[in-house]
């Protein structure tokens, strides 16, 4: 499917097709949380390019920096890296080593524990401004204002949100997880006698985990999603998943 350019080569692909515009060897590659239809990857010599999805058919998602269009190919923004968040050598704290994207927006986690955001709120607030807005400036998260969100180790994108796992073992989230929607970033009070080492998203459905294996999952589950042996939805309490206790988890992706 190639329906927002996010194949990266303006075709459609049935088999892995190599993409040529860049050249350099990819160490990382991001795409939003579910649909994949922006694409970002940084490459071997700390190069970024983005591609896809950049408009929602009425205006510019800004997402894709210095664009307003979808982008069909690559485009590279390594300077724009430098302009927006500083210094990206490796012994730099400004240095950005992810970044996720919702549908609308785009978060990027810095060296130094610090969330920058830009991009299209939608009206659920995928920015973590509590502002229905667009913005190509990327600007610091913040819990309230003006207490910057910090001490992040890792951030993931939901659907229409964003949750981050801080160096506590306290998780964040903000924007819509399956209905309604957080407008800044807001600690998971349900996780406080927690200590989280690990964080992951699906489409609607978010993930945490400790030391022990446990798992705790909220959101969606009307297809088995939370693995808490039900079908239905959890909108509001994390549910609690024992089957994998015992058992290192390194990753949860959807």
């Known amino acids: 499917n190639n329906n927002s350019n996010e194949s990266g080569r ?11 515009t860049i050249s350099d060897p990819v160490s990382n590659v991001w795409v939003e949380g579910a649909p994949g239809r922006t694409r970002i990857a940084k ?16 205006a510019s998602m800004n997402k894709i920096f210095g664009e307003t269009a979808e982008q069909s190919t690559p485009v590279d923004v390594t300077s724009d890296f430098t302009t927006y968040f500083g210094a990206q050598g490796t012994s730099d704290t400004t ?10 927006a785009c ?21 973590g401004k509590n ?21 992040i180790t890792d951030i993931c994108s939901l659907h229409y949100g964003k949750i981050a796992l801080d160096s506590n073992g306290d998780v964040w989230q903000w924007g819509q997880l399956r209905t309604g929607s957080t407008g800044a970033p807001t600690k998971q009070t349900g996780l406080d006698s927690v200590t989280i080492i690990g964080i992951g998203t699906g489409f609607f459905t978010a993930y945490a985990w ?17 693995g808490n ?26």
Do not use: C
């Open 10 to 20: 303006g075709a459609s692909d049935r088999t892995p097709t190599h993409l040529s």
């Open 43 to 58: 490459t071997s010599t700390d190069k970024w390019y983005m591609w896809g999805m950049n408009h929602d058919g009425s």
């Open 95 to 104: 240095r950005i080593v992810k970044v996720v994207m919702s549908s609308g």
């Open 107 to 127: 978060s990027a986690l810095a060296a130094d524990g610090k969330v920058w955001s830009w991009g299209k709120d939608e009206s659920r607030n995928e920015l």
């Open 131 to 151: 502002t229905n807005t667009t913005t190509t400036t990327p600007f610091k998260n913040t819990t309230d204002g003006s207490t910057e969100l910090s001490n």
């Open 210 to 226: 400790d030391a022990a294996g446990t798992i705790y999952s909220i959101g969606q589950g009307s297809e088995g999603q939370l």
């Open 229 to 254: 042996g039900a079908y239905s939805n959890q909108d509001s309490t994390w549910q609690t998943v024992t089957t994998l206790q015992g058992k290192t988890i390194y990753g949860i992706y959807g």
